[in-house]
């Protein structure tokens, strides 16, 4: 089992910045991928970022490339998106998710395969 809790949310103005956070607890393999992803009233979940949990290989969507960065702190076991540039656009749900071992590069941006999911913490950038 693992367990992942965001934080960081919150209101910006756009142009603004935001650092969320993803703690993990519990195991993670070294071939698993953790991944953001959000949700905005009235659509599907969309990919964000993802990265490899060994490796830190990332991969990120057209729409937050030069804008996002996803980054890992193994030795905290956390996760983080530090968005700049932020637009009304990006306001939404944010969830991080866990994969299984996962090797297939273009299967990270599909939350069906991310087995883990934090609550997610709301964005809302103004304008």
């Known amino acids: 089992q693992v367990q992942l809790v965001e934080s960081g949310g919150g209101l910006v103005q756009a142009g603004g910045s935001l650092r969320l956070s993803c703690a993990a607890s519990?195991?993670?393999?070294?071939?698993?991928?953790m991944g953001w992803f959000r949700q905005a009233p009235g659509n599907e979940r969309e990919f964000v970022a993802a990265?490899?949990?060994?490796?830190?290989?990332?991969y990120y969507a057209d729409s937050v490339k030069g804008r996002f960065t996803i980054s890992r702190d193994n030795a905290k076991d956390t996760v983080y998106l530090q968005m700049n540039s932020l637009q009304r656009e990006d306001t939404a749900v944010y969830y991080c998710?866990?994969?299984?071992?996962?090797?297939?590069?273009?299967?990270?941006?599909?939350?069906?395969?991310?087995?883990?999911w934090g609550q997610g913490t709301q964005v809302t950038v103004s304008s």
């Open positions: 519990g195991r993670i393999f070294s071939s698993s991928a």
């Open positions: 998710a866990a994969s299984p071992p996962l090797f297939d590069s273009r299967r990270l941006i599909k939350s069906s395969e991310y087995t883990y």
């Open positions: 990265i490899r949990w060994s490796g830190g290989s990332t």
